[in-house]
C-alpha cells in the first residue's frame, strides 16, 4: 500500500494559479499510472487528470483541458497538478489517487473566489 499525502490548496482568486502537490510513500511509486480527481460540495468525485507511469502519457477531463497539467517526478515520488486559470466552479476538494491499488490521499481543498 502507498500513503499519499496531497498539499497545495488554498483561496484565490478567479483567473489565477495554484499546483497541488502528491508525496508517496511505500510501494513502487514509479510503477503507478497517478490521478487527480475532485468533490465539489454536493457533487460526485470527478476523475480531472491523470498520468501514466510508463510512458507520462496523460488524460484531462473537458472541463479543465488548456488549463490544467499533471506532472510527476519519479525521483520524489511526487505528482503534481499545475491549476492556471482557476474558475469559481474549480473550487472543491482535491485528491490524489493511485487506482490500480485503490490508494488515496485525503485532499487539499481549493477554493477559488470570484
Known amino acids: 500500500q502507498v500513503h499519499l499525502v496531497e498539499s497545495g490548496g488554498g483561496l484565490v482568486q478567479s483567473g489565477g494559479s495554484l499546483r497541488l502537490s502528491c508525496v508517496a510513500s511505500g510501494g513502487t511509486f514509479s510503477t503507478y499510472a497517478m490521478s487527480w480527481y475532485r468533490q465539489a460540495p454536493g457533487k460526485e468525485r470527478e476523475l480531472v487528470a491523470r498520468?501514466?507511469?510508463?510512458?507520462?502519457?496523460?488524460s484531462y477531463a473537458d472541463s479543465v483541458k488548456g488549463r490544467f497539467t499533471i506532472s510527476r517526478d519519479n525521483a520524489k515520488n511526487t505528482v503534481y497538478l499545475q491549476m492556471n486559470r482557476l474558475k469559481p466552479e474549480d473550487t472543491a476538494v482535491y485528491y490524489c489517487?493511485?487506482?490500480?491499488?485503490?490508494?488515496w490521499g485525503k485532499g487539499t481543498l481549493v477554493t477559488v473566489s470570484s
Open positions: 498520468i501514466a507511469s510508463a510512458s507520462g502519457s496523460t
Open positions: 489517487a493511485a487506482i490500480r491499488i485503490n490508494s
